[in-house]
Every structure is written in structure tokens, then in C-alpha cells.
């Protein structure tokens, strides 16, 4: 990428969304509605929500929650970050620590900052299996078809938005 691109240092906008995007999940959720704007998408076990209002009151539903990440993967798009996250989720401070998958396609906005334009969030491995009795390839299968599900939305998105 050029260094007349805004993009260039994709990495560093990955990483700082990341880290205000969590810090602001596991403190002060009400602010994080400022990361989504009106068109974004958050995908959510399988329900969509739509808009930063939508996607504000789903995630305010949620019980407490603290995020650990073990891995986070960025990469540029050609209008923005995609940033595919995995870690460690603490539910109302249990001790036992759930696993998820989190995939963020992060875009310029109008106001030169950047916001979350779509977001698929994972299931958690200890719940599909302690829960549901699913096996390990099972959740694999599906966390990586919720991982392609949310590449296609964002690819869909981008082919449409050139129409």
C-alpha cells in the first residue's frame, strides 16, 4: 500500500480499534455504540442486528463480560481493516473462561476516525460442547463457517456498494 493511502498502516488501525473496541465492551458498554455507524452489521450467534442503535441494545443485554485476546489477525481490504480475533471470555467474572471468535471489518469514516461496518461474533467452545454436546471438529466447522459467512457478507458489501 502507498503512502498516500490512509490504509497504509493497517496494522496499527487493527490494533488500536481493537483495543478500544474491547476496553470499551468490558467497562463502559454504553460507549460502544460510537464504534458502529447506521449501516453496520453485527452478526451475533446467528442474529443479525443492524445499525449502531440495534447492535447497542444487543450488546447492552449481555451479562458482564471481560475479553482476553490470544490472537488477532489484520489485514487490509480494499476500503478498509478486516481484523479476526480469538480469545478468551469471561462471563460475570466465573473463573471459567469461555473461547470466541470475533471478525471486524473496520472502515474509514466520515469524521477521518474509523468504525466497525460489519461484525460476526462466535459461539463459544465450552458452551457448544458442556451445553449442546457438540464435539470439537463440530465447533470448528462452525466457527470457521461463521468466519467465511462474515468475509462473504463484507466481500458482498463491497461488490454491491461499487455497483
Known amino acids: 500500500m502507498g503512502s498516500q493511502n490512509p490504509m497504509a498502516d493497517y496494522n496499527t488501525v487493527g490494533n488500536q480499534f481493537l483495543n478500544v473496541y474491547y476496553t470499551k465492551f468490558d467497562t463502559s458498554r454504553g ?3 460510537m464504534l458502529y455507524g447506521p449501516n453496520s452489521m453485527l452478526t451475533y ?3 443479525q442486528f443492524m445499525g449502531a442503535a440495534q447492535i447497542n441494545e444487543k450488546l447492552a443485554s449481555l451479562p458482564k463480560l471481560t475479553h ?3 490472537t488477532a489477525d489484520i489485514q487490509p481490504t480494499l ?3 478486516l481484523c479476526f480475533v480469538n480469545g478468551q471470555l469471561m462471563i460475570d467474572e466465573s473463573g471459567n473462561p469461555l473461547m470466541f471468535s470475533q471478525v ?3 472502515v474509514p469514516s466520515e ?3 474509523y468504525y466497525c461496518k460489519r461484525c460476526s461474533y462466535g459461539r463459544s ?3 457448544l460442547q458442556t451445553e449442546l ?3 470439537v471438529g463440530l465447533i470448528f466447522t462452525l466457527q470457521l463457517l461463521s468466519i467465511i459467512g462474515g468475509i462473504l457478507s463484507i466481500i458482498w458489501t463491497h461488490i454491491i456498494s461499487h455497483l
Do not use: L, M, P
Request: hydrophobic share 35%; proline share 0%; aromatic share 8%.
Open 31 to 33: 460507549e460502544i455504540a
Open 79 to 81: 476500503n478498509g481493516v
Open 133 to 135: 454436546g457438540i464435539s
Open 68 to 70: 482476553k485476546i490470544t
Open 104 to 106: 471486524f471489518h473496520v
Open 111 to 113: 469524521n477521518g476516525g
Open 45 to 47: 450467534d446467528g442474529a
Open 125 to 127: 467452545q465450552r458452551y
